[in-house]
């Protein structure tokens, strides 16, 4: 026991005179430890982070809520289109039938997209993304108004030409976005009230940006471009504890 004591009292010794006799290398070793340190806990932030970002987004999306497209969503190379080019395009009726007939389902929204042009003055947003949507989509998919408001129920129903748009197309058309509520437009020929502003998101895991979307009601959407040509689905959001596999 005094000799294994005596070892490790010898050993505490020397590494103290080590540590003096050399404290430049001391010091530089502790920076360097201390600086692995702090990697590792920025890397482990950086990490949880994101995680936490696309759980957000996987949340928002539903786990509960199935998409119903002409398309499939996978793309590639060897991307059939022309398989999916013989499928029929979902219908508003369809969504209706749904709705009335379904008794698992929440909510059932129906959507149509299209790329326009949207000006105001001189500037003009070339392809833009146009969104016509139902009141449910709201529930489903929903949008935060940093500026202005959102559609009323009378602005769904009698397909009102008013607007809510992204953030970055606020800033291209007028520069500050707080002064896009109440700008009139120029859409399909058709003057439309900027009602509202999205807050800036940036593009979900998904690839749609509603930086860039313009959102309008879908029966305005019909009226200016029609079903037919502007990608309709249907979007169905089950009850609470029902999830997309039922």
């Known amino acids: 026991m005094y000799k294994s004591l ?10 103290f005179q080590e540590l003096k006799v050399n404290k430049l290398r001391t010091f530089l070793s502790l ?5 692995g340190i702090f990697c590792i806990i ?14 957000k987004e996987l949340s928002s ?34 969504a209706l039938a749904i709705k009335e007939r379904s008794h698992l389902a929440s909510d059932v929204a129906f959507q149509v997209e299209s790329n326009q042009t949207v000006s105001f003055g001189d500037i003009a947003l070339t392809s833009a993304g146009i969104t016509g949507i139902t009141p449910e989509t709201q529930n489903i998919n929903p949008v935060e108004i940093q500026f202005g408001r959102y559609f009323s129920a009378n602005e769904f129903s009698y397909g009102s030409p008013v607007a809510v748009i992204g953030y970055t197309n606020a800033e291209d058309l007028f520069g500050n976005p707080a002064r896009a509520t109440g700008k009139i437009v120029r859409l399909k020929n058709t003057q439309v009230t900027i009602i509202g502003v999205v807050k800036k998101t940036g593009t979900s895991i998904t690839g749609f940006n509603s930086d860039q979307a313009v959102f309008i009601p879908y029966q305005f959407a019909k009226k200016i471009f029609g079903d037919e040509n502007s990608s309709p689905k249907i979007i169905v959001k089950g009850k609470d504890n029902i999830s997309s596999a039922a």
């Open 31 to 35: 920076i360097g430890i201390s600086f």
């Open 61 to 94: 999306l539903g786990s509960n809520s199935i998409h119903i497209d002409k398309w499939d969503y996978k793309g590639g190379p060897d991307y059939p289109w022309w398989k999916y080019e013989k499928r029929p395009s979902p219908k508003y009726r369809e």
């Open 42 to 55: 920025g890397v482990l932030a950086t990490v949880n982070s994101l995680k936490l970002n696309i759980q």
């Open 6 to 15: 005596t070892i490790l009292w010898n050993s505490l010794r020397l590494t």
